[in-house]
């Protein structure tokens, strides 16, 4: 560990999140004496999407394919957009009965009477202290899903002394190790958040079975 490098530690640090999902999620089965909810089913679906999406998005970082992990941010975002509607959905049971039929979060409302489209959930999320950068991230992660600046952007290098700009067009990138360290930071932040959630499922689940 003495010997790695900034980003090398960040994705050890996301490689380990594995664990605390892995961790909760049994606790979550041996909640309430193992009885099942819809929400346990629905919460199931996004620990091993988010599990196989961090473990992807640090296999690409390895190989040096920043553009192509860059866009996971934004899927794992998703992971995190859903346990919140989930939580703030009138009845989160039924909320996931609809997930597991195949509904569209966007066309199901939330305890206000509003649709749950994913500016609405970013928004939401971003009210609160701990998950206000969630509006900036939605934001600037949803770039990397269409074609936008920034990958226009990342086939130019800087210009040379004699004014020429050069451009790159291959599968080496030459992307800022600050800018890659930012993005694996996110995954983390949104790992965590993910796991908050889980953790006061657990509660209120063995609550409700203690009443």
């Not at 620990?47 to 192509?68: A, M, P, W, Y």
């Not at 009210?127 to 969630?134: A, G, H, I, P, S």
């Not at 210009?159 to 992307?175: A, P």
Request: glycine share 4%.
């Amino acid at each position: 560990m003495e010997n790695q490098t900034n980003l090398e530690k960040t994705l050890f640090k996301l490689e380990a999140s594995k664990k605390s999902f892995m961790d909760l999620t049994k606790e979550m089965l041996e909640a309430a004496d193992g009885n099942l909810y819809l929400l346990d089913f629905f919460i199931l679906g996004i620990v091993k999407r988010s599990i196989l999406l961090s473990t992807g998005f640090c296999q690409l970082i390895k190989q040096d394919n920043f553009l192509s992990a860059a866009p996971l941010v934004r899927l794992h975002l998703d992971n995190l957009l859903n346990v919140h509607a989930a939580f703030i959905s009138s009845n989160p049971h039924e909320f996931s009965e609809n997930k597991i039929r195949g509904e569209r979060t966007s066309k199901m409302k939330d305890e206000k009477g509003a649709f749950m489209t994913d500016t609405y959930l970013a928004d939401s999320l971003s009210k609160k202290e701990e998950t206000k950068w969630v509006i900036n991230l939605y934001r600037e992660s949803s770039k990397f899903i269409h074609i936008s600046d920034k990958h226009i952007f990342s086939t130019m290098e800087e210009s040379s002394e004699d004014g020429y700009m050069n451009f790159l067009i291959s599968d080496k990138q030459n992307i800022p190790e600050k800018s890659i360290i930012e993005a694996t930071e996110a995954m983390i932040s949104i790992s965590e958040q993910i796991l908050r959630h889980l953790a006061g499922w657990i509660q209120a689940k063995n609550k409700k079975y203690e009443q």
